[in-house]
Structure formats: C-alpha cells, structure tokens
C-alpha cells in the first residue's frame, strides 16, 4: 500500500498560480495512477485531475480543464497539480488519492487518500 502526503499548500491572491505536491512512499509509486480532489465544508469531494501510472493519459474535470494540469515524476515519487488563475472558489482542502485500479479512479473512489493540504485564495 502507497502512503500519500499532499504540500504546497497556502494562502495566495486571486490571479495567482500554485503547485501542488504529492508524495508517495511505501509501494511502489509508479503502480499507481493519482488523482486530485478537493473539498469544502459546504460541498462533496469534487475531483479535480487524474493521471495514470505512466503519466501519458490525463482526465480533468470541465470546469477546471485549462486552468489545472497534473502531472507525476516516478522516478522521485511525486505527482503535481499546477493551478493557475486561482480565483477565491477555488479555496479547498485539495487531497491526492491513488490506486492500481483505473476504474477506481474513473469511480472517483481510489482507496488511499493523503491528509489534504489548504488552499486560500483571497480576492
């Protein structure tokens, strides 16, 4: 089982861009396809991204499309969410999650989550 740790989190103004970390550890990360969510205390889980196990096939939710993109590196054992024109409905608990299963991440349901990192973006 992967262990995922999200950074790159923080507080930022309307207009600004953000990168996003996710760390695996444990098994082998490069098994594993990612995806990004994030949530708020009034809204589900919303997915974001996602990336299979060898980077060349991504998947993005509409709304986010064009202004997120993710992308991972096996060989150091990170996946990213690059974030442009952040706008203040963007602030989130953003969390990565992984599985070996595609189908777990096309169900939006992957079985390991990191703890989340904040984002706030201010206006």
């Known amino acids: 089982q992967v262990q995922l740790v999200e950074s790159g989190g923080g507080s930022v103004q309307a207009g600004s861009s953000l990168r996003l970390s996710c760390a695996g550890s444990g098994q082998f990360f490069s098994d594993y396809n990612v995806a990004w969510f994030r949530q708020t205390p009034t809204k589900e889980r919303e997915f974001l991204a996602a990336i299979n196990w060898a980077g060349d096939y991504e998947d993005y939710e509409s709304s986010v499309k064009g202004r997120f993109f993710i992308s991972r590196n096996n060989g150091e054992n990170m996946a990213y969410l690059q974030m442009n024109s952040l706008i203040p409905e963007d602030t989130a608990v953003y969390y990565c999650?992984?599985?070996?299963?595609?189908?777990?991440?096309?169900?939006?349901?992957?079985?390991?989550w990191g703890i989340g990192t904040l984002v706030t973006v201010s206006s």
């Open positions: 999650g992984a599985d070996d299963n595609w189908g777990r991440i096309l169900a939006r349901v992957p079985r390991t």
